[in-house]
């Protein structure tokens, strides 16, 4: 199969392009390709791809609500081009979404086929590029993670680490839960997934969710911390640009109906963990 495999670069796109490793891959990323270039189309187009894995976006989600335009055009207009290429070489899409489609007001899991209410900047962009999908192909999947770490990446699990070691406590938001996503399961998850025909909406997160505090505490205790000073605080008196949805956990309803089942985010931490303690 040929693969298209945008945002190649980033943290999600180099585990994708492991988990396709076997496919004839073209791996792109800024700078020498903007998906938001109007030539976009047809430049992924002419590769003639089976199939198009769509991971690039604008992801800094409080500068996306500094410059909404900027988000606009990369996530939005970027996926629309994509899903044009898509269209163009009659390959699938495989499109990569996130939790924060959801408000997170609702106390309860949200399944696939929830109505998204998105609240930041990045949210809206995020669910524009859904729907822009949803609106130009017949066979796509939107694959949304939620809280993604990994290897090559700047994350929630390196932030905490750097944090502890520079001020040696650290203040945490007890109030916003999600599901902690390893980016190297969950590509290989997209690989399982993509190989099925099975179009559609699709959670691909660990197992399991959690709260900011709690995920910082697991961190400390699988990074041989378990006594770090961690305070529990209201995620309104973290101060940042955008707020974050407070409680947008995913049921992976769809994917385990397929028999694909990511593991517990605590095993999949404690590999991370690991990888980064024999690597430092
Ligand atoms: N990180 C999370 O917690 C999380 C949670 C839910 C969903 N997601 C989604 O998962 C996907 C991957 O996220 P990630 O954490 O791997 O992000 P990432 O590390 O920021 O990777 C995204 C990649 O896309 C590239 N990119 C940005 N603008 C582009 C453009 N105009 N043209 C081409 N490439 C461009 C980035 O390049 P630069 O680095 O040079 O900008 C980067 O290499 C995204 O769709 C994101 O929305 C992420």
Redesign the pocket.
Known sequence: MRVVI??A?????RQLVAAFAGHEILE????A????SWTTADELAAWQPDLVVH?????DVDGCEKDPELAFR??AV?AQNVALAAQRSGAALLH?????VFDGARRDLYREWDQPNPLSVYARS?AAAEQIIRDLLDRFYIV?????FGPA?A?FVTKILASAEKHGALRVAADEFGNP?Y?TDTAVAMAELAATGHYGVYHLTNAGFCSRYEFAREIGRLAGRPDLPIMPILSADWPRASRPPLHSVLANTNAAALGIVLRPWQEALADYVALLRSSS
């Open positions: 945008t945002g670069l980033g943290q999600l796109g792109v990323d800024l700078p390709f903007d998906i938001a991971a690039a976006a604008y992801t990369v996530n970027g990569v979404s996130t939790n924060e995020k949304r993670i939620a809280w993604l990446g994350n996503t980016a």
